[in-house]
């Protein structure tokens, strides 16, 4: 639960959970009128499945658009889809990608550091630095 808040917090912090919300009234208005304009779709509830199927490319067959404004709203959906799950996914990696970064120099930093101070570090120091050294595959 804890990675989940974590990922929540980074996609508002980037704005996709607007975008995310305005893609979750598109799903519902989409669901409202394929109920009206599909023979197969009665409920709202059998629209925002056929949405969920097409949005996430499975396309199960189950239900099927026969009208021309069934089948555009299929591909806006899809389209629309493939789009927010690439936006969300790429915020994601983007973010981790940094942290990373951002630890990486962090623990670079440090080890210029007990470097720069090799004289004053005591000897289970400097054993500690030299393993550390030695665990290190540095690639040329």
Known sequence: ????RLAWNILKKMNVDKILSSFIIFILICSFILTKCESQIDTVWDGLWYCFVSF???GFGDIVAQSLIGKIITILVACCGIILVAIITGVLVTYYQEVNKIKLKESTEMFLNKLEHLPELSKEQLKELSNKIKARKFKL
């Open 56 to 58: 996430t490319t499975i």
């Open 1 to 4: 639960m804890k990675k989940l």
